[in-house]
């Protein structure tokens, strides 16, 4: 077996420079490589769900606009699955099998599970749903016999929880489920962009965001707007680059031909930033330089985001087909989880035959 890709995202709203770094971006290359079989990208609505089920219409309405970020980023249909994970009930039979191979005190101590739950506030009003998504998300993965999943290291902890569950099933039942590889972003500062303010975290409720989708001058003005080093008041101060967010977006997009095209003064970000850190550099220029670096990065993606905005009913095809496909895989694969579990009853001829013989001599 060849290696295959799940990867996604939960549509709760546009996505934003974040996920490219983190994600899209890798999930472009990946996809044209030629290194894997298939790859499957899954819009988790059913796992948004979880935590927004009060307000399915906010999940209904971003599905498109999620589809059009992939697409709009680079990821082609005609070599990636884009799917809607809601319309593949067999993943949710799997989650109900692999519920009986974990623990409550196992799901309690997930790492990530119990940040989710800290920064949502539930304490000990947690939905069962949103507790135990770290099983459904090992269903996502294994249904399709994943072989690598890239993430951040914050999901680290859940790609953990899917190979204890995977190593459980294989030696309780048969050698059916393939245990997944986490795949890191290989660029340090795409591992958690942090948001315009400083913030750790990029969030659309702290409103600390650059969408893929925001215009060239919505762009410029976030930019503009940046939070750097609040002891770097006059330009003859030396300024600090670590946790400068500019700088920290700079190590993220920036490249050598960068400084070639819009700061020919400087050979390269190392000297830009000793330059910052002796003094003499003014915010304002680094600013006007990661702006020009962004819009460069992402007029490309505003341009093909027009154009298939242009035919709406055309990306739900897209998302049709791929769900049809990933659902087939699915199927396969939850067949063999059946039949290994014992519990294919109406297509085990042997078990039929023996139960004809026990009571044909009783």
Same mark, same amino acid.
């Given at each position: 077996?060849?290696?295959?890709?799940?990867?996604?995202? @939960?549509?709760?709203?546009?996505?934003?420079?974040?996920?490219?770094?983190?994600?899209?971006?890798?999930?472009?290359?990946?996809?044209?490589?030629?290194?894997?079989?298939?790859?499957?990208?899954?819009?988790?609505?059913?796992?948004?769900?979880?935590?927004?089920?009060?307000?399915?219409?906010?999940?209904?309405?971003?599905?498109?606009?999620?589809?059009?970020?992939?697409?709009?980023?680079?990821?082609?249909?005609?070599?990636? !699955?884009?799917?809607?994970?809601?319309?593949?009930?067999?993943?949710?039979?799997?989650?109900?099998?692999?519920? !009986?191979?974990?623990?409550?005190?196992?799901?309690?101590? !997930?790492?990530?599970?119990?940040?989710?739950?800290?920064?949502?506030?539930?304490?000990?009003?947690?939905?069962?749903?949103?507790?135990?998504?770290?099983?459904?998300?090992?269903?996502?993965?294994?249904?399709?016999?994943?072989?690598?999943?890239?993430?951040?290291?914050?999901?680290?902890?859940?790609?953990?929880?899917? @190979?204890?569950?995977?190593?459980?099933?294989?030696?309780?039942?048969?050698?059916?489920?393939?245990?997944?590889?986490?795949?890191?972003?290989? !660029?340090?500062?795409?591992?958690?962009?942090?948001?315009?303010?400083?913030?750790?975290?990029?969030?659309?409720?702290?409103?600390?965001?650059?969408?893929?989708?925001?215009?060239?001058?919505?762009?410029?003005?976030?930019?503009?707007?940046?939070?750097?080093?609040?002891?770097?008041?006059?330009?003859?101060?030396?300024?600090?680059?670590?946790?400068?967010?500019?700088?920290?977006?700079?190590?993220?997009?920036?490249?050598?031909?960068?400084?070639?095209?819009?700061?020919?003064?400087?050979?390269?970000?190392?000297?830009?930033?000793?330059?910052?850190?002796?003094?003499?550099?003014?915010?304002?220029?680094?600013?006007?330089?990661?702006?020009?670096?962004?819009?460069?990065?992402?007029?490309?993606?505003?341009?093909? @985001?027009?154009?298939?905005?242009?035919?709406?009913?055309?990306?739900?095809?897209?998302?049709?087909?791929?769900?049809?496909?990933? @659902?087939?895989?699915?199927?396969?694969?939850?067949?063999?989880?059946?039949?290994?579990?014992?519990?294919?009853?109406?297509?085990?001829?042997?078990?039929?035959?023996?139960?004809?013989?026990?009571?044909?001599?009783?």
């Amino acid at each position: 077996m060849g290696k295959i890709i799940l990867t996604g995202d @939960r549509p709760t709203g546009r996505l934003h420079l974040g996920h490219y770094v983190g994600s899209l971006r890798r999930r472009v290359e990946l996809q044209n490589s030629g290194e894997y079989e298939k790859i499957f990208i899954m819009i988790a609505d059913a796992q948004a769900l979880t935590d927004n089920f009060e307000n399915p219409e906010k999940v209904r309405q971003n599905i498109v606009e999620v589809a059009l970020d992939y697409l709009s980023c680079g990821l082609d249909p005609a070599k990636s !699955n884009l799917l809607i994970q809601s319309q593949i009930p067999e993943l949710t039979e799997l989650t109900f099998y692999y519920m !009986n191979l974990v623990t409550v005190s196992r799901l309690q101590r !997930n790492p990530t599970v119990k940040s989710e739950i800290q920064l949502r506030n539930f304490e000990t009003s947690i939905p069962v749903g949103f507790f135990t998504y770290p099983i459904s998300q090992a269903s996502d993965i294994t249904a399709f016999k994943a072989t690598t999943v890239p993430v951040g290291d914050d999901q680290l902890p859940m790609i953990e929880q899917t @190979r204890e569950i995977v190593r459980k099933f294989n030696s309780i039942y048969a050698e059916v489920l393939v245990e997944p590889d986490a795949l890191l972003p290989d !660029n340090a500062a795409c591992m958690r962009l942090p948001g315009t303010d400083g913030k750790q975290k990029m969030s659309k409720s702290l409103g600390n965001c650059i969408y893929l989708a925001d215009s060239a001058d919505e762009v410029k003005k976030k930019v503009m707007a940046m939070y750097t080093d609040p002891l770097h008041i006059q330009v003859s101060d030396p300024g600090h680059v670590e946790g400068n967010t500019v700088f920290t977006y700079l190590d993220a997009f920036s490249r050598p031909e960068h400084f070639e095209r819009y700061l020919p003064d400087y050979a390269g970000l190392d000297e830009l930033k000793a330059h910052y850190e002796r003094g003499g550099l003014g915010d304002v220029k680094i600013k006007k330089f990661l702006n020009n670096v962004l819009q460069e990065e992402l007029e490309p993606i505003r341009k093909r @985001r027009a154009e298939y905005e242009k035919d709406i009913p055309a990306v739900y095809e897209i998302l049709r087909k791929g769900t049809e496909k990933a @659902r087939e895989a699915a199927a396969e694969t939850l067949s063999e989880v059946k039949a290994a579990m014992k519990i294919d009853y109406f297509k085990d001829s042997a078990l039929i035959a023996e139960q004809v013989e026990k009571y044909k001599n009783s």
